[in-house]
Nanobody, 123 residues
Framework: QVQLVESGGGLVQAGGSLRLSCAAS????????VGWLRQAPGKEREFVATIRWSDDFTYYVDSVKGRFTISRDNAKNTVYLQMNSLKPEDTAVYYC????????????????WGQGTQVTVSS
C-alpha cells in the first residue's frame, strides 16, 4: 500500500512557474515508479511525466518536454514536478500516481493515486 499527497497547485499567469510536490509513504519495491498525470475538464486523464525510483530515469509527454522537470528527494520520499513556461492548455487537475510494476505512461496501469491538485493558467 502506498499513500500519496500532492500539494503546490494554484493560479498562475501564462509564462509563469509552479512546483508540485507529492509526498509518498508506504511499502514500495524495486520496480517502483511515480508519475504525474493530469485531467482537464471534459478530457481524459493523460500522462505528463514519470520517474523510476531505482535509477532516476525520467520520461515526459512531448507537450511538456523542455518546460517541466520531474525529480525526487529520496530522504523526504517526495517527488516534484517543476513546471515552467506554463500555458493555458496546461490547466488541469494534476495527480501524482505510483506504480509497483515499473515505468508506465498508461494511466490505468498506475495503482495508487493522490487526491489531485488544481493548476490554472490564465492567458
Amino acid at each position: 500500500q502506498v499513500q500519496l499527497v500532492e500539494s503546490g497547485g494554484g493560479l498562475v499567469q501564462a509564462g509563469g512557474s509552479l512546483r508540485l510536490s507529492c509526498a509518498a509513504s508506504g511499502r514500495t519495491n524495486s520496480n517502483y515508479a511515480v508519475g504525474w498525470l493530469r485531467q482537464a475538464p471534459g478530457k481524459e486523464r493523460e500522462f505528463v511525466a514519470t520517474i523510476r525510483w531505482s535509477d532516476d530515469f525520467t520520461y515526459y509527454v512531448d507537450s511538456v518536454k523542455g518546460r517541466f522537470t520531474i525529480s525526487r528527494d529520496n530522504a523526504k520520499n517526495t517527488v516534484y514536478l517543476q513546471m515552467n513556461s506554463l500555458k493555458p492548455e496546461d490547466t488541469a487537475v494534476y495527480y501524482c500516481a505510483a506504480s509497483l510494476m515499473g515505468l508506465t505512461i498508461i494511466p490505468r496501469q498506475y495503482t495508487y493515486w493522490g487526491q489531485g491538485t488544481q493548476v490554472t493558467v490564465s492567458s
